[in-house]
């Protein structure tokens, strides 16, 4: 794997920086991007003078007004954030040409060889966030580093408005100190499963053999085996097209009725398959959301050995996913379907089904390669 120099960029509060963007009169204030507080909207975003008061996205909009009784609230404009993200995109595209967007508001950048022959990663970065500032008007925190992982990690240390660099040399102390609630793709579960194990940093993740690893997480304990060794040989790879389709409701009240439950399911496919139709692909897995009254929010999958386009394909497969899920048993506040694995044009032509070392992170499994702390030769300062 040559030698690489990476970039992770990510807005800063994104739909909220918009929102005090477009109205300069909410600039300093707690502003809340969400439903109505007096119902039963849930949180999608907040400004940093919000999260203050402990506010953060999935939180009940009610529970927020209760922590920040003066924050103002504002409904999601997701045509203007679609827009101010191509621009952003533009910007990116100025520097690089591999560009791995990971949702609206934030992408890896390869610059190893980078368009405009910046000697630096540092300085890329540099010039990127200078650019977004004064032609659009928002800050954005960068990561630089050797991979991917360290640069995601590095991008979230010095929010807002802040860059990191982590670079090769550095790369096995920082990993290896590292609480291991920091490592990316370690959620609250897989935290408190492995704090039960004894393990706290990486250093203490350093001291499990990769199978014990996979025995306890699966196929992400590979990932966790390798990155805490500072490999990650995962490429920067462009994204084209659309990657899913989904629609989802949060209901006026919690529901316990599985038979409602379908009935609402069955509406949110019939919007699924008229947006497919509407864009003429077709789909090869169905996952469906589930949020339950306590806000724990659980997703169950199909993939068919054939594309499906229409509600009827869909209601085929979503009685036995809800089957397996603890809806009705518990309360739920939130159903969707997401439509993925698409395919554009003839839904009977052969496909490759998806293997499953995909690049989402819990499908990691990038192996043996040299640590990064053996790249010295990269100029990141």
């Known amino acids: 794997m040559p030698d690489r120099k990476i970039l992770h960029i990510d807005m800063d509060a994104f739909f909220a920086s918009v929102e005090q ?5 909410l600039r300093g204030l707690p502003v809340i991007v969400g439903g109505d507080p007096a119902g039963r909207g849930v949180v999608a975003a907040c400004s940093y003078e919000a999260r203050r008061f402990g506010i953060h996205s999935a939180m009940s909009c009610a529970r927020a007004r209760r922590l920040c009784p003066q924050a103002r609230f504002v409904r999601p404009r997701k045509e203007r954030y679609r827009e101010i993200s191509g621009r952003i995109m533009d910007v990116f595209r100025r520097y690089a040409d591999k560009i791995e967007p990971l949702s609206i508001d934030e992408a890896f950048l390869d610059v190893t060889t980078n368009l405009k ?6 300085w890329t970065a540099h010039a990127i966030r200078r650019e977004i500032y004064t032609t659009i008007g928002l800050t954005a925190s960068a990561g630089v580093s050797c991979n991917k992982f360290l640069a995601k990690i590095a991008s979230d240390m010095n929010k807002p408005d802040g860059l990191t660099v982590i670079t090769p040399e ?20 897989t935290e408190q499963r492995m704090l039960a194990m004894g393990i706290k940093t990486g250093a203490d993740l350093l ?15 590979n990932f966790f085996y390798d990155v805490v060794r500072g490999n990650d040989n995962r490429p920067v790879c462009p994204r084209q097209g659309r990657k899913s389709i989904g629609s989802e409701v949060t209901l006026k009240e919690d529901l316990a009725n599985r038979e409602q439950m379908l009935a609402i399911l069955a509406r949110i496919a019939t919007r699924v398959a008229e947006a497919l139709a ?9 996952i469906v959301k589930i949020r339950y009254s306590d806000f724990v929010t659980v997703t169950r999958s199909r993939t068919l050995p054939t594309m499906f386009t229409s509600d009827r394909d869909m209601m085929a ?12 048993k518990k309360k739920v506040r939130l159903l969707g379907l997401t439509a993925t694995n698409l395919l554009s044009g003839d839904i009977h032509a052969p496909r490759q089904l998806k293997l499953p070392f995909c690049d989402q992170l819990e499908a990691a499994t990038a192996h043996g390669s040299s640590p990064s702390s053996q790249h010295p030769a990269l100029s990141y300062v």
Request: charged content about 20%; proline content about 7%; glycine content about 10%.
């Open 21 to 25: 963007l477009d109205n300069p009169d």
């Open 207 to 221: 001291q499990y053999s990769r199978q014990e690893l996979v025995n306890r997480f699966g196929k992400s304990g």
């Open 170 to 189: 550095q790369a096995l102390p920082f990993l290896h100190s590292l609480p291991i609630r920091k490592f990316y793709g370690v959620g609250r579960v």
């Open 278 to 286: 509407k864009k003429k692909l077709s789909a090869g897995t169905l």
């Open 317 to 328: 497969m979503i009685p036995g996913l809800l089957a397996t899920t603890e809806a009705g």
């Open 117 to 122: 022959k910046i000697p630096s990663a540092t």
